[in-house]
């Protein structure tokens, strides 16, 4: 089983940054590839951001330039480093984890609401 906790969220305004953390527990956190999702109000949940078990990442077009995924396996956590941020990124933001590397991910965390105030 692995759970996750997501922290970092919060309101700031347009041009401001925040630092998403997602911690990690149970299985073996460095296998996993982890991603990041986001579902604004009245919205379907979206993609943002993918890190795989060997460090490739990959970001969506609308945020590409201005956020920045990583992680660290020494601290079973992973960050989605926001800069920049524009009010239509307000939004829930969750992560995920694929433990077997399937393209599935099969554990999310409970989300972190980010507001962006213009």
């Known amino acids: 089983q692995v759970q996750l906790v997501e922290s970092g969220g919060g309101l700031v305004q347009a041009g401001g940054s925040l630092r998403l953390s997602c911690a990690a527990s149970g299985r073996t956190f460095s296998n996993y590839h982890l991603a990041w999702f986001r579902q604004a109000p009245g919205k379907q949940r979206e993609w943002v951001s993918v890190i795989t078990n060997e460090g490739n990442t990959n970001l969506a077009d609308s945020v590409r330039g201005r956020f920045t995924i990583f992680r660290d396996n020494a601290k079973n956590t992973m960050y989605l480093q926001m800069n920049m941020l524009k009010p239509e990124d307000t939004a829930v933001y969750y992560c995920?984890?694929?433990?077997?590397?399937?393209?599935?991910?099969?554990?999310w965390g409970q989300g972190t609401q980010v507001t962006v105030s213009s």
């Open positions: 995920a984890a694929d433990p077997d590397r399937r393209g599935i991910y099969d554990y």
